[in-house]
């Protein structure tokens, strides 16, 4: 490995040993179900285009919370991601809100549906 390298051309004479410790970050893939399509859909509302669902974005910090919650990840990408000058064009930050807040919206809104009292149809007459 790499550190390994560097660690030995730097520690000479010096006895030194490295304990790799397992971590809570694997990789994944979700799984399609109905989280990815609601957040889908909610996209392809906002910008009228289907989302492409990819793994080639690079690490996910969403690789720590996996187990506990669905997770995707959905924003901004382009040609300065994580440099000293990140630039996006404003239409595609206003893209991303729309599309966090239409995905919450519709979430809300089913989940306010699914704890209402369900009632038989009635009549009302006057």
């Avoid at 919650?69 to 991303?96: I, K, N, S, W, Y």
């Avoid at 966090?100 to 704890?115: D, F, H, K």
């Amino acid at each position: 490995m790499l550190i390994e390298k560097r660690a030995a051309a730097a520690a000479g004479r010096i006895r030194w040993h490295i304990d790799w410790e397992p971590s809570n970050a694997s990789s994944f893939v979700a799984d399609p179900g109905p989280f990815i399509d609601l957040v889908s859909g909610a996209i392809k509302d906002v910008t009228g285009r289907a989302p492409k669902l990819s793994t080639t974005g690079g690490t996910s910090d969403a690789r720590f919370i996996k187990d506990y919650c669905p997770v995707l990840e959905f924003g901004l990408v382009g040609q300065t991601m994580h440099q000293v000058d990140e630039r996006t064009p404003v239409a595609d930050l206003d893209h991303a809100h729309r599309g966090v807040s239409r995905t919450s919206s519709i979430a809300i809104s089913n989940s306010e549906s699914a704890r209402a009292p369900r009632h038989k149809n009635r009549s009302l007459t006057a």
